[in-house]
Each structure stands twice: as C-alpha cells, then as structure tokens.
C-alpha cells in the first residue's frame, strides 16, 4: 500500500494550499480517508476525514470552515483544500486510509495505512 502525499510548501498566513494524495496497491472504496497534521514536539493530531462515498467529512475544531477535503474514488485521489492558513497550521500533513469496517475517523491510532507526509508551513 502507498499513499503518496503532495502539495505542501511554504504559504503566508491568510494564503491557500491544497494537498494532495495519491492512493495505491489498496481497495480504495474499503477506505475512508483522512488527513493528520503532527507539528514539531507534538503528537500527531487529526485534521479532516472523508468518507467512502465522500458523502460524509469530518472535520478538527480548529480547521472548521477553512479546511475540505475530498475524494475522488476514480482516480484514488484525497485532498485537502486549505484556506486562510495560520501560523499554528504548520506541520508535516500525513493522509491516512482506515477501513470501513472498524476504527474512528478522529482517532489517529485507528487508521491502518500512512502516506510519507508533506511539509506546510505557514509564516506569519
């Protein structure tokens, strides 16, 4: 399985970026899939969720009306679409696929596979 995150860089605070991550070598529609940030010295802390039909998306307090992300089952695609980005969203982002069958999308020990995670860092 490889989940293959992209898109992050270097953004001022009020700016956009939208990551990406492409999905491999798994039954896609198995998974729902999510996003989870882990900034220096901390744990690593969920941000958004969506689910098989992408009918269904969760989201951290904190990204609330900022952050959606979004699937695209045909291409095995998540992304997360960041908007008006602040200085404590910089972190290294990880998209993670966690099966349909069992877990809790808020809970980051549930999901089953990780992506190598992209660096977004937000200047003030």
């Known amino acids: 399985v490889q989940l293959q995150a992209s898109g992050g860089g270097l953004v001022q605070a009020g700016g956009s970026l939208r990551l990406s991550c492409a999905a491999s070598?798994?039954?896609?529609?198995?998974?729902?899939m999510g996003w989870v940030h882990q900034a220096p010295g901390k744990e690593r802390e969920f941000v958004a969720a969506?689910?098989?039909?992408?009918?269904?998306?969760y989201y951290a307090n904190s990204v609330k009306g900022r952050f959606t992300i979004s699937r695209d089952n045909a291409k095995n695609m998540v992304y997360l679409q960041m908007n008006s980005l602040k200085p404590e969203d910089t972190a290294v982002y990880y998209c993670a696929a966690k099966s349909k069958y069992s877990g809790t999308y808020y809970y980051t020990v549930d999901y089953d596979y990780w992506g190598q995670g992209t660096l977004v860092t937000v200047s003030s």
């Open positions: 070598g798994l039954t896609f529609d198995n998974y729902n």
């Open positions: 969506v689910s098989v039909s992408g009918g269904y998306t």
